[in-house]
């Protein structure tokens, strides 16, 4: 069965492509965050405020679980998740089809300006703070984005021509 992992920064289009791709390919969709957050029964922001560490180790151990399962997936993680207690491996796993689906710092500004209420890491910052502040994490997390097998560049595409163009890799 085919595991397909959709990284990248927020708003590369992970939760929107995430779905469409998994209904194209017959595969089950699975949302990291989503299930992290049914697991526990608090938001992701909840969490982060108790405890990132705390955080980051459910992360880990729920994406440990998800990947290591003989079942075939797509699934999308959290903007930071190959950041953190070296995830990036699972994206590198031989059974692992990795796609790190990258967008340009205009383009996330764009999709994120209008509503960073629903961020945590965004919240009140305006377009200037947010293009510096965007482009500092994606300097950080590029490495480990870098690590997926492939790499989709989805500026100014629909999400259903992300989807044919992660289809064509495999």
């Given at each position: 069965m085919k595991k397909i992992i959709l990284c990248g920064y927020m708003a590369s289009g992970k939760s929107t492509a995430g779905?469409?791709?998994?209904?194209a390919s017959g595969l089950k969709y699975i949302d990291l965050d989503a299930v992290?957050?049914?697991n526990t029964g608090k938001t992701i922001p909840q969490l982060f405020q108790e405890s990132e560490i705390k955080f980051r180790k459910t992360e880990h151990e729920t994406l440990k679980e998800i990947v290591q399962s003989d079942n075939g997936f797509v699934l999308s993680l959290g903007g930071g998740t190959p950041c953190?207690?070296?995830?990036?491996?699972f994206l590198e796993q031989e059974d692992v089809i990795s796609i790190y689906l990258k967008a340009s710092i205009p383009e996330i500004v764009k999709r994120l300006a209008a509503d960073t209420t629903e961020r945590p890491l965004l919240k009140g910052l305006q377009v200037d703070a947010l293009t510096e502040f965007i482009g500092q994490h994606l300097f950080e997390r590029s490495y480990f984005y870098n690590k997926a097998k492939h790499t989709v560049i989805t500026d100014g595409k629909s999400p259903e021509v992300v989807v044919n163009e992660i289809m064509?890799?495999?």
């Open positions: 779905p469409l791709l998994a209904s992290i957050v049914q953190y207690a070296n995830n990036h491996l064509s890799l495999y």
